[in-house]
């Protein structure tokens, strides 16, 4: 059993990918671009490890903080995050201090972070057309820099408030994943700046061999019908 959520997260990507390298594990539906993006395990644990790799240079114990709208890249940079061993701030958790950040395109440089990384938010992860003023630096080339394997996960941390944080949101992982019964395809269109949404593009799917749907640019509860039709979800989470 893992030890620790860096562990938990290296552990399910791997056996994930050894299980079923191929089969989905986060679709993107973006109904205002009218946009789809399929990331299969193994496209999920290659950008995992480069964002792994990308906040390991981070200094211990700093959190990392993804001001970032709902997208499909939030979810593989919270698992890189947690990876690394940091926390991961959204705007219903304990915020630590936090030594880098993930903004989206219309975000500000002030005051964020000691390093932020800007987002173009492309459906396939594409950087800016023109390199961003500093402080700020494109968060796509960065990231392919990074290596196409995990490394090994971080340790686990030593301060006592962390890991107690860490084991409830796995808790609440595993609590709303026992619910959703066997390999789910949950359809989610919560947000991913709260701790539901998060996690249902992070650890949810990865925890009974499921799958999510994030849906965005829509909450009618018509549309996300269809959508659920489209993708054979089993279950939705529609925001209250």
Request: proline share 9%; aromatic share 4%; charged share 20%.
């Amino acid at each position: 059993m893992a030890d620790s959520l860096a562990e938990l997260v290296h552990d399910l990507l791997v056996g994930r990918v050894a299980g079923s390298a191929a089969r989905p594990v986060l679709v993107h539906r973006d109904e205002a671009l009218g946009s789809r993006v399929e990331l299969s395990a193994i496209s999920l644990a290659n950008t995992v490890a480069k964002a792994s790799s990308l906040f390991s240079s981070a200094k211990p114990g700093g959190g990392v903080r993804l001001g970032v709208p709902t997208h499909w890249l939030v979810g593989a940079l919270a698992l890189g995050a947690w990876h690394a061993g940091h926390e991961v701030v959204v705007s219903d958790q304990p915020a630590p201090a936090t030594s880098v950040a993930v903004v989206g395109p219309d975000a500000g440089a002030s005051g964020l972070a000691e390093q932020t990384y800007i987002s173009r938010l492309h459906p396939l992860g594409l950087p800016f057309d023109d390199e961003p003023s500093w402080p700020l630096a494109d968060l796509a080339p960065a990231l392919r820099e990074g290596p196409d394997e995990l490394p090994p996960p971080a340790a686990p941390s030593a301060d006592p408030e962390a890991r107690q944080r860490e084991n409830a949101l796995v808790a609440a992982a595993r609590t709303w994943t026992a619910a959703l019964g066997a390999r789910p395809v949950l359809l989610s269109a919560h947000p991913a700046h709260r701790t539901r949404g998060l996690l249902a593009i992070t650890l949810v799917p990865l925890l009974d061999d499921g799958s999510t749907v994030l849906v965005t640019g829509t909450a009618d509860p018509g549309r996300l019908a269809e959508l659920a039709a489209e993708e054979r979800a089993t279950v939705v989470w529609a925001p209250n």
